[in-house]
C-alpha cells in the first residue's frame, strides 16, 4: 500500500481541529471559510477524481461525526465537491492548478457547489428569503474560503523530480 493514500487522513486530523477550535475565532458573523474544503480540494487535483471523491466521502463523514451535525449532509457535499475538483487532476496540469491563483477559482467552485447542497439538507428555515439564503449560506462562505485559500498558491513549494 501506497503511503500517499494514508497522507490526506493523517492531514485530516490537525486539519479539523484548527477548523473546529481557531477558525470560530476568526469568522465574521457566523461566516468562515472551510479548511476541510481546501484539504480537499488540494488532495483531489493531486491524486485525481476518484481519490478526490473518495476523500470527500471520508471527510465528510468524519466531520459529520465529530461535529454532530444531519449524518450525510457533509458527506453528500463534500464528496460532490471532491468529484467536481477531480476534474482538474491531469498529471501535464497539476503544477498549473496546484500553485497558481487557479487554485483559488476552483476552490470557490467546489465551496459553492459545497455550500449549496450543504444547505439544502441541512438549513430548513421557511422564513428566510431563498435569494438571501443563497448569498449568507453559499456566496459569503464560499468567497471567504477562497481567499484564505491564497495561502496555499502563496507557499512555496519543493519540485520533485523522482
Known sequence: MKIKFFIPILVFIPVIIVQ???????????????????????FSISYGQLFGTSIGAFYGLAFDLITGSLIGSNML???VAGFTAGYFSS??????????????????????????????????????????????????P???????SILIVLIPHKKSYT
Open 20 to 42: 473546529l477550535t481557531i477558525i470560530p475565532l476568526i469568522s465574521i458573523e457566523e461566516i468562515a471559510p472551510d479548511l476541510i474544503l481546501i484539504t480537499l480540494v488540494y
Open 77 to 79: 457535499a463534500k464528496t
Open 91 to 140: 498529471e501535464t496540469r497539476r503544477d498549473k492548478y496546484l500553485y497558481t491563483y487557479a487554485f483559488c477559482v476552483i476552490v470557490f467552485l467546489c465551496s459553492i457547489i459545497n455550500s449549496l447542497i450543504f444547505s439544502f439538507f441541512s438549513v430548513i428555515d421557511f422564513n428566510t428569503n431563498f435569494i438571501a439564503l443563497l448569498f449568507n449560506q453559499s456566496l459569503l
Open 142 to 148: 464560499s468567497i471567504y474560503t477562497a481567499l484564505f
